[in-house]
């Protein structure tokens, strides 16, 4: 038991040091998009997406795994304890998402805005076409 006890513990370890990178990797990527660096923007959203997939992996060994453990009292106290510490982590990354959300719903509403005035005025800052003028003739004094 203490084995599976372990292998629980691990596992929690490992699911809040993923969610403390992704949080670390949503601020990055926002500060990124801010300063309009799109490369490294789209390295941090590839970051958050394989992060997203390593915490369903583990939400799947933690699920297997717990449901054999939390039969014992001392464990589940152990368990919950970690699993309180891993909420606040949680939510703390929900948080940050929610603005990065609000920031890019934003940002796209900004975009279309400024597509929507550039293809509006796209006839009026065209080059004038030039003529060839007829230059009056001098007229004589005299």
Known sequence: MQIEVNRILELLETRARYLRLLADHLLAGQEALVRWELEAAEMHIAQQEMLCRKLRQVDLELS???AEVLSDPEVRARVEAALGALHDIRDNVLHINNIQAEFLRRSRRSLRLLSSLV??????YEP???QPQ???AA???G
């Open 64 to 66: 297997e795994a717990r």
């Open 119 to 124: 293809q509006s005025s796209l006839g009026l």
């Open 128 to 130: 004038a076409m030039l």
């Open 134 to 136: 007829q230059i009056p």
């Open 139 to 141: 007229g004589r004094l």
